[in-house]
């Protein structure tokens, strides 16, 4: 009987685990880059973006997405993909936040 509760514990913490992680993964800001940015923690108009090679996220930008995208390109490059609390930019989002950004 414990082995049985202590299994059922285990499995609703795992549960509990991927949920959240897959409910952050759709806040806050998340961008691709053309090229991994030098640094792993950027700091773009006050937000931390904290980057795993070519993917940065933030969950602290306050700012209209495409004003955040364009700041983002200038700083650490050419954006491929581009996304807030889940929705991602067109490619004529895209395509407006790095011409701006150049």
């Given at each position: 009987m414990h082995r049985t509760i202590s299994f059922i514990m285990s499995?609703?913490?795992?549960?509990?685990?991927?949920a959240a992680t897959a409910a952050s993964a759709a806040t806050g800001y998340q961008v691709s880059l053309a090229e991994a940015p030098g640094q792993r923690v950027a700091i773009v108009r006050g937000a931390a973006w904290v980057c795993n090679g070519d993917n940065c996220t933030t969950d602290s930008a306050n700012s209209r997405p495409s004003?955040?995208?364009?700041?983002?390109?200038?700083?650490?490059?050419q954006v491929t993909g581009f996304s807030v609390n889940g929705e991602a930019f067109t490619a004529e989002e895209l395509a407006a936040c790095n011409e701006s950004a150049s």
């Amino acid at each position: 009987m414990h082995r049985t509760i202590s299994f059922i514990m285990s499995l609703l913490t795992a549960t509990l685990l991927f949920a959240a992680t897959a409910a952050s993964a759709a806040t806050g800001y998340q961008v691709s880059l053309a090229e991994a940015p030098g640094q792993r923690v950027a700091i773009v108009r006050g937000a931390a973006w904290v980057c795993n090679g070519d993917n940065c996220t933030t969950d602290s930008a306050n700012s209209r997405p495409s004003y955040v995208c364009l700041h983002v390109a200038r700083e650490l490059g050419q954006v491929t993909g581009f996304s807030v609390n889940g929705e991602a930019f067109t490619a004529e989002e895209l395509a407006a936040c790095n011409e701006s950004a150049s």
